[in-house]
Every structure is written in structure tokens, then in C-alpha cells.
């Protein structure tokens, strides 16, 4: 039964065409907050890691039903820590999501440069993400969120392992709706 329902989300997300509810082009304000199990690493390590995203979304939604495609851009830190290591990443993130009255899906990537401060020499190096999360939202503007992450941390061009599976909260507000267009139909024609 999970499966059918991945499946449903999945071709959810792949539609690019504007949905067709009551929906309006919107946009707003964002903000996640998430903390869970950080892997990374030559020999994957686990360790604590911690999350907050702050941006804006931007797409054809209905406040009202929390239905509709969206696009969220913005700025995503991520840390790491455990003991003798810690790792910060300032990520540039894009997100494609779906929302569908209490749930919701999102998948994106994120690119930024990462620091591993540590027992040794400091690091500097770039990380890149892939992300994936899911939102059931308990008001019309919060949520509880998970999100799972992976991809790579490149330190001296020697790329290893990076991932999260982390559990947080999340705000979400349209913060302008645009109305489409009136035009009248029943004008008269102009006489010359």
C-alpha cells in the first residue's frame, strides 16, 4: 500500500503544468527547522546534524486546501557534529514540491561550500545534495516535517559521503496572491 502511495506522489511532482484546483499564482515566505543523524565520511560515521532553511516558494496553490505545485527557493545550513568534528555547509537550495490538503512532498539539490573543523587542519571543500522530504501539516501554516538527504562533501578533491535523515518543523505563508485577469467579454465594439 506505501508503495502505491509513493508512486502517486512521485507522478504528483513530475506534473510541471499548472494545477487546476482553485489555485492562484501565490508566493511567500518559508522557513525549516530540523535536527536528526548526520553520515558522512570515509568510513560513514554517524553523528548529530542540524538544519535551517530560510526562503521563499513561489507557485499555483490554493491557501485554503494547501493544494497545489510549488517551487521554493533559498538558503540552507546544515551542521554536523560529533566529537573531535565539525562540519557547517552554507547550501544554495531549489526545491520542486506538491502539497495535497494535510501532506506534502518536496525533492531538490542543494550546492554550497562545506568546513570540517576538526583535531587537525581546518577544511575547506564544496558539498552538493540531493534532498528529499516529506510535511504533514497540523495548522494552516506549520508543519511537521522529514527530510532525508545524500550526496557528497569534496575536500582536496577527494570526494566521500554525506547524507541526513532529520525531523524538524516548517512554516510556510503566502505571502502575496495574484488574482488572474478580468477581461470583459460583453463590450461593445468601438464605432468609427
Known amino acids: 500500500m506505501g508503495t502505491v502511495w509513493c508512486a502517486m506522489l512521485l507522478a504528483l511532482m513530475s506534473l ?24 558522512g565520511g570515509g568510513s560513514i560515521n554517524a553523528r548529530g546534524a542540524g538544519q535551517l532553511s530560510v526562503g521563499g516558494w513561489a507557485g499555483r496553490y490554493d491557501d485554503s486546501f494547501a493544494i497545489g505545485r510549488y517551487w521554493w527557493f533559498g538558503a540552507t545550513g546544515r551542521a554536523d557534529w560529533r566529537p573531535g568534528l565539525f562540519i557547517a555547509a552554507p547550501l544554495a537550495e531549489i526545491r520542486r514540491g506538491v502539497d495535497v490538503i494535510v501532506a506534502g512532498a518536496y525533492w531538490g539539490a542543494a550546492l554550497g561550500p562545506v568546513l570540517a573543523v576538526g583535531s587537525g587542519p581546518t ?13 504533514f501539516r497540523r495548522t494552516r501554516y506549520f508543519s511537521f516535517t522529514a527530510r532525508i538527504e545524500a550526496g557528497a562533501d569534496l575536500f582536496a578533491g577527494r570526494p566521500t559521503f554525506a547524507g541526513a535523515v532529520l525531523l524538524g518543523v516548517a512554516f510556510a505563508r503566502p505571502g502575496s496572491a495574484q488574482k488572474p485577469s478580468t477581461t470583459q467579454s460583453n463590450t461593445s465594439p468601438s464605432r468609427r
Open 16 to 39: 510541471f503544468t499548472p494545477a487546476a484546483a482553485l489555485t492562484s499564482n501565490q508566493a511567500g515566505p518559508s522557513f525549516d527547522l530540523a535536527a536528526g543523524l548526520g553520515l
Open 123 to 135: 577544511s575547506t571543500g564544496l558539498a552538493a545534495r540531493a534532498v528529499g522530504g516529506a510535511k
